[in-house]
């Protein structure tokens, strides 16, 4: 069975860092994109990162560019989101979502969730 | 890139049909065949309900459907029924290589 299971989230300062993980296993995770979507309390869905296969190709949304880094351990079976200068609006929960195998748009299987708080 | 729209609720009865809308611009939902719909019950993760406008993925019941026209993409259910009643999001890739969701709807089973 398909497997995602995030860690690393927690309660940080408003302009500290946390470094997400995203552990896969039931699939090929060198095959398959993947992506960072995140759920801010009582709110919708909202899309953070993408990578692809390979790690050659990575997509930000313009409200984390130049704060957040996607990156992956293909070895590991592993994704990992570095987040630096938090602000309030980031708390939500983050979840990691397995996409396509090429340039495919939809998010099949999620993980569970880790909840990122930014709180003095 | 501005969220897709969507209707915040919708409801039906058991055993009917509803439709949730999903509008967005010809750089997103009218520009690509990358809608996708997904199912969210409360405290759980998303669940995929429809890729690629229309595509049901295994296991995804077929009173489940999808259909775009224009800037507009829909999900349909048929066959309404209690376990249905969750919230529903729609998401597209763009043009700004990203992906952008809908605002969520709350279907509510009468």
């Known amino acids: 069975d398909v497997q995602l299971v995030e860690s690393g989230g927690g309660l940080v300062q408003p302009g500290g860092s946390l470094r997400l993980s995203c552990t896969a296993s039931?699939?090929?995770?060198?095959?398959?994109?993947m992506n960072w979507v995140r759920q801010a309390p009582g709110k919708g869905l909202e899309w953070v990162s993408y990578i692809s296969s390979s790690g050659s190709t990575i997509y930000y949304s313009d409200s984390v560019k130049g704060r957040f880094t996607i990156s992956r351990d293909n070895a590991k079976n592993s994704l990992y989101l570095q987040m630096n200068s938090l602000r309030a609006e980031d708390t939500a929960v983050y979840y990691c979502?397995?996409?396509?195998?090429?340039?495919?748009?939809?998010?099949?299987?999620w993980g569970q969730g880790t909840l990122v708080t930014v709180s003095s | 890139q501005s969220a897709l729209t969507q209707p915040a609720s919708v409801s039906g009865s058991p055993g009917q049909s509803i439709t949730i809308s999903c509008t967005g611009t010809s750089s997103d939902v009218g520009g690509y065949n990358y809608v996708s719909w997904y199912q969210q019950h409360p405290g759980k993760a998303p669940k995929l309900m429809i890729s690629?406008?229309?595509n049901r993925p295994s296991g995804v019941s077929n009173r489940f459907s999808g259909s775009k026209s224009g800037n507009t993409a829909s999900l349909t259910i048929s066959g309404l029924q209690a376990e249905d009643e969750a919230d529903y999001y729609c998401s597209s890739y763009t043009i700004s290589s990203s992906v952008v969701f809908g605002g969520g709807t709350k279907l509510t089973v009468l």
């Open positions: 039931g699939f090929t995770f060198s095959s398959y994109e």
């Open positions: 690629d406008v229309s």
């Open positions: 979502a397995r996409g396509g195998v090429m340039f495919d748009w939809y998010f099949d299987y």
